[in-house]
């Protein structure tokens, strides 16, 4: 075993031990189980959840002092984010927003005023490549960073340097030098008292929070084998508009070029991989797998993945990811142990012989709690952690569930297998030299072709006397 690739508990959780304000949620009132299907055998569990980060999930986080947010980027996952925020929390305010165009930040304005009766004025919005300077310096206690991914890194580095609490989205980065920037920062953060919380939202959903614990319980036994599915239809694209130069219709149609998205299996497939970050509690060794462009309208990127993940001991996780209309879809997570198997399709545990033995009651939870959106507990946990004054710092993991996409990535675009330590090590840096609006040289920006052409065949003496 590698023991370089190996997360330690104690490393893994560094960065979120909490006291106070979280613990352990109360299970039996969510929860259905099927205890006597289990048998008498006892469970010796995969780890102890003494050191494991559980967040206490309830339905608004507590009242305190007014929190100031600014908002960087405000198209639609920003605007999303920033009334989740405000649905929270009480004593909440919205003071700045920045985005790279104007339009965006007239439709987020828009979105407040009518839901919340929220006013930013003029004075506090902020437009262009440096909008972010502006937003971390209008007097704000923290920021949401919604930006391409691929702007991510140097927002956090800048909110960070100014004392700011930071709820990120993700994915936090695109390529290996923004992951490790990432992580450097993620320490800064953890030095100052800063509290973090990035938009893997799975991890504030009480059903993965569920199966966590009873998957680590050990009622599936040793875990063997993982699939992880996002499969759907074809993403939003723009259409380019005359007035837009190179870059205006790249970063408008973000979604679909490599630079800034990373590829969907960075964008988005990461929530699939970071529950395997979470429930393995490992660090993949090496990744093998291929990709194509079928049907993408625009960009450079693909629209399928299929990677085979390596992990300690053996385990392969089977990752799939697709973009393309008119085909079967599934988005879910599977975890093979040595006893039963779990199923987010589901959310629940079986036996290998196909009885059930956990599931989780979706019904009661929503019974019990009037907050069920994970997208809002999310920001649950971050204020009361703010208010509270208790560390949680999320984005080194993250950023290790990122760099496990960009390691399936490569690997697909190139043909080749690829390590964790080359990928780690990797100088790769997506960003172009010069981030301005204006003609971008468009000629590097290719779909990839994996491996090397077939040569053709040279013509024989035998065959040349033929002809």
């Not at 008119?326 to 040595?338: A, F, K, L, P």
């Not at 993991?397 to 990535?409: D, F, H, N, V, Y």
Request: proline share 4%.
């Amino acid at each position: 075993m590698n023991k370089k690739n190996s997360l330690s508990r104690r490393d893994f959780f560094s960065t979120t031990a909490v006291v106070g304000v979280v613990g352990s949620m109360g299970a039996g009132g969510i929860l259905a189980s099927c205890a006597s299907a289990a048998g008498p055998e006892k469970l010796v569990p995969l780890v102890s959840l003494s050191g494991a980060y559980i967040p206490n999930l309830v339905d608004k986080a507590n009242d305190g002092k007014p929190l100031k947010a600014g908002v960087i980027g405000c198209g639609g996952r920003g605007s999303g984010a920033v009334q989740n925020f405000l649905d929270a929390a009480p004593n909440l305010q919205v003071v700045a927003l920045g985005d790279l165009f104007q339009d965006r930040i007239d439709d987020c304005r828009k979105g407040l005023k009518e839901k919340y009766k929220v006013e930013v004025p003029d004075n506090m919005c902020f437009t262009g490549f440096d909008n972010y300077k502006n937003v971390i310096a209008a007097g704000v206690d923290l920021v949401i960073i919604a930006t391409p991914p691929a702007f991510r890194p140097a927002h956090f580095e800048a909110a960070v340097e100014a004392g700011k609490h930071v709820f990120m989205e993700k994915p936090l980065c695109v390529d290996p030098v923004g992951a490790r920037s990432i992580m450097a920062t993620a320490k800064k953060a953890s030095t100052q008292g800063l509290c973090v919380v990035t938009g893997t939202q799975r991890r504030h959903q009480r059903s993965y929070v569920e199966s966590f614990k009873q998957i680590q319980s050990g009622i599936i036994g040793e875990i063997v084998s993982a699939n992880v599915y996002w499969n759907q239809s074809m993403l939003w694209y723009r259409e380019r508009k005359p007035e837009w130069t190179d870059m205006e219709f790249m970063v408008r149609d973000w979604v679909n070029w490599k630079w800034l998205s990373g590829d969907h299996i960075v964008e988005q497939h990461v929530h699939n991989l970071d529950v395997m970050t979470w429930f393995l509690n490992k660090k993949p060794v090496k990744a093998v797998g291929f990709g194509a462009k079928q049907r993408r309208l625009s960009g450079d990127q693909y629209d399928m993945f299929s990677i085979d993940f390596e992990y300690e001991g053996g385990i392969h996780v089977h990752s799939m990811c697709r973009q393309i209309d008119g085909c079967v879809n599934n988005v879910s997570e599977h975890i093979q142990g040595t006893k039963g198997s779990w199923s987010s399709n589901k959310m629940e545990i079986t036996d290998l012989q196909g009885n059930v033995l956990w599931k989780y009651d979706g019904e009661k939870e929503k019974a019990d709690y009037k907050q069920t959106n994970p997208y809002v507990l999310e920001h649950v946990d971050f204020i009361n952690h703010i208010r509270a004054n208790t560390a949680i710092n999320q984005a080194e993991e993250t950023a290790i569930s990122c760099l496990t996409a960009i390691m399936g990535r490569e690997s697909a675009y190139s043909g080749a297998a690829v390590t964790w330590d080359e990928i780690s090590n990797s100088s790769l840096n997506c960003l172009p030299e010069k981030l301005e609006i204006g003609k971008v040289d468009m000629s590097g920006y290719v779909i990839p072709v994996p491996g090397k052409a077939k040569e053709p065949k040279k013509e024989g003496k035998k065959d040349a006397k033929k002809a």
